[in-house]
């Protein structure tokens, strides 16, 4: 048992122990407070090795080409942004590139560090500065956001023109399947665990029921 | 809500809010870091309601430009064409996709009224010390930091128009300004969701113990 607080409520509470792949809420404002994946590293760890490569096809690889009136045009998705750039657009150039490559990406590379250096506890503690950001990074990363827009994109130019997908397009929509399933496999509590503490102490002895709370550094 | 319904602020303790570890304090006033991650704990986000408030009202402000001015502007045989976001929404309709239609619609124009709206009820509803449907409150707090992302599509929408239609000197399509003022609505409000501390829903009907 150990006890917790609500991130959204701030209750105090014990977790039960959980089955595998269960999961367990707020007693009283119903948030899921933890996860019990089966292999919360294995699993995270091989789906994000596939999302880093599909990843570099889906930006090396032309998302759509056009042809009208005998020419054509090919964009990927930091040309998008790069063509915003060139308008005059810089800040929703820059925006865009952030949310759709820079945010992804950066959740990826560090999720596979941490994944990596989490196999052997205890991970030194840089390990958990790298998992703060790859937290940070995901509200951002809006990978599915982007195929949205790029099919509604589409549509609309579909009247003027004739669009084909390309590779590229592809590898987006695998991508977008693979980053929740990132997200659910991975349990960030069973990784916090394998990392050392910043603070050089040794977590209290696992399992210990009422264990007293460690008093923060200075 | 039991009578034994503890918090760990009225218990003395904090929980980090980057590991979730719950550690004592050193001090009431300067709690110190985290032993485990080495965040700054806080009691509750710094300065919530007044940093949520701001980005609230700036995206606010930003909404009216968003809408008012063209987002793409299309040049057909010599002739500009400016689009607002509402005109985009229209052309997709008449022009047969009513299921585009419509996920624009909710997506660009209803989820950022929508977002900012509730961030304005939960702001003043904590201000006013209400301790009714917390448990509502917090489930709409935490359907504004799901849903906020998707407003962002009509922006990848007008980068990838511009991108692929540039026919010079046929047909190209340019951005217009109003992409960024709505690019803005959607970072100020997905930002002013992190800034709000849902435990400050909770907080209202706690006894005064929070101080302890």
New interface residues.
Partial sequence: ME???C??????QCLPPLPLGGKARCA????TVATQPRDPIGRPLALTLAAAIVFVLANTTP??G?S??G?H???TII???Y??WL???R???A??AF??VIAPGSYLLFMLTVLLAIRRPPAP?WV??L??WA?AMR??S?KE??L???L??????A???K?EPGIGMYAVGALVLLLPAIMVTFD??EA?RR?A???G?A?PASGARNAT?????? | ?TAA?????Q?G???C??????????TRTE?????????V?EWRRHHSIQFTWALVIAAAICYIPANVLPVLVTNAFGKPDPDTIIS?VI??YT?G?WP?AL??LIASVMVPLGKLAALAYLLISVQRGSATS??ER??L??LV?LI???S????????????????QP??WV??GPG??FF?AVV?LT?IAA?TFD??L???AGAAPGESR
């Avoid at chain 1, 009283?28 to 948030?31: D, K, N, V, Y």
């Avoid at chain 2, 319904?5 to 602020?9: G, I, M, N, P």
């Avoid at chain 2, 709690?31 to 965040?39: D, E, K, L, S, T």
């Avoid at chain 2, 962002?152 to 026919?167: E, G, I, R």
């Fill in positions: 006890t917790i607080a991130p959204d409520c701030d209750l105090l009283r404002c119903g948030t998302l759509m056009l009208a009136v020419r045009a090919s964009t040309g998008g942004s063509d915003m308008q005059g657009e800040i929703t150039a925006i865009v949310c759709a503690a958990g500065e998992l703060r937290d509200p951002w809006m956001v982007m949205l827009g790029i509604v994109a589409l549509i609309k130019i009247e003027l023109a669009v960030a509590r916090w990392v503490w910043a603070s102490g977590p709370f460690p008093e923060a550094t200075p | 809500m319904a503890l918090s760990a602020a218990a303790l904090l929980s809010e980057t590991c979730g570890l719950l550690a004592r304090p050193i709690p110190g870091h985290c032993p485990r991650c080495g965040a704990l985009g052309f997709l022009s996709s585009l996920i624009v917390n448990k917090t489930r707090y935490r930091e906020g992302r998707w962002m599509l009509d922006v990848f929408v007008d980068t990838f128009t511009v991108a692929l239609v540039q026919l046929l047909m340019d951005p992409v960024l690019a970072v997905m992190e849902p435990r829903i909770w907080d």
